[in-house]
Nanobody
Framework: QVQLVESGGGLVQPGGSLRLSCAASGSIFSLYVMAWYRQAPGKQRELVAA???????NLASSVKGRFTSSRDNAKNTVYLQMNSLKPEDTGVYYC??????????WGQGTQVTVSS
């Protein structure tokens, strides 16, 4: 099993930036595709980004050009750099171990609020 802990969320004005981190326990982190999801109030959880063990990244069209994702396998950590934030980016951001069927494949989430 794994355990994921997100951090780095907070309150930011439109146009600002935040850097989210997701730290994973265990030694199997580098074997999996990792993903970032977010869930806005009253909305379904949506995929934001996915990053392979070799750091190939796919981004949702709504965040392309503004967000980037990276991973440090040695530190068992994945990052989401969010720039030019908009109010519609508000939500709880979760990291996820793609394809992992055991417990702990989802973190508890970190709140991102973009408001003036």
């Amino acid at each position: 099993q794994v355990q994921l802990v997100e951090s780095g969320g907070g309150l930011v004005q439109p146009g600002g930036s935040l850097r989210l981190s997701c730290a994973a326990s265990g030694s199997i982190f580098s074997l999996y595709v990792m993903a970032w999801y977010r869930q806005a109030p009253g909305k379904q959880r949506e995929l934001v980004a996915a990053i392979t063990r070799d750091s190939d990244t796919n981004l949702a069209s709504s965040v392309k050009g503004r967000f980037t994702s990276s991973r440090d396998n040695a530190k068992n950590t994945v990052y989401l750099q969010m720039n030019s934030l908009k109010p519609e980016d508000t939500g709880v951001y979760y990291c996820h171990v793609v394809g992992y069927e055991g417990s702990g494949g989802w973190g508890q989430g970190t709140q991102v609020t973009v408001s003036s």
